[in-house]
């Protein structure tokens, strides 16, 4: 499921996977410039891989009108592009 935030507070990418575990999120940044500071406005969160498409989709629709986007955050079930198995140790 997709749910649309649209946050007005800056957030660390820290601050936001833990709010929002095991989910891939969609932020708006400031510049591209300020991608290195690992922080931003969150915009939406995907809950699972059925709305993937649809993060991707509101990313772009995003861009077009001119706004940074940055998408972090994982489903923790290794079903990224190239990710055969992740896992999440105890501490870290």
Same mark, same amino acid.
């Given at each position: 499921?997709?749910?649309?935030?649209?946050?007005?507070?800056?957030?660390?990418?820290s601050e936001i996977?833990?709010?929002?575990?095991?989910?891939?999120?969609? +932020?708006?940044?400031?510049?591209?410039?300020?991608? #290195?500071?690992?922080?931003?406005?969150? @915009?939406?969160?995907?809950?699972?891989?059925?709305? @993937?498409?649809?993060?991707?989709?509101?990313?772009?629709?995003?861009?077009?009108? $001119?706004? +940074?986007?940055?998408?972090?955050?994982?489903?923790?079930? $290794?079903? #990224?592009?190239?990710?055969?198995?992740?896992?999440?140790?105890?501490?870290?």
């Open positions: 499921m997709l749910k649309i935030l649209d946050e007005k507070i800056l957030r660390t990418d996977e833990e709010l929002y575990e095991d989910c891939k999120y969609l +932020c708006t940044i400031d510049s591209y410039d300020k991608l #290195a500071d690992n922080n931003g406005y969150l @915009y939406c969160i995907s809950t699972s891989e059925d709305s @993937y498409d649809q993060l991707y989709e509101i990313r772009s629709r995003l861009m077009k009108e $001119g706004k +940074c986007c940055v998408i972090g955050g994982s489903y923790n079930n $290794g079903g #990224a592009v190239g990710v055969q198995y992740e896992c999440k140790c105890e501490g870290q």
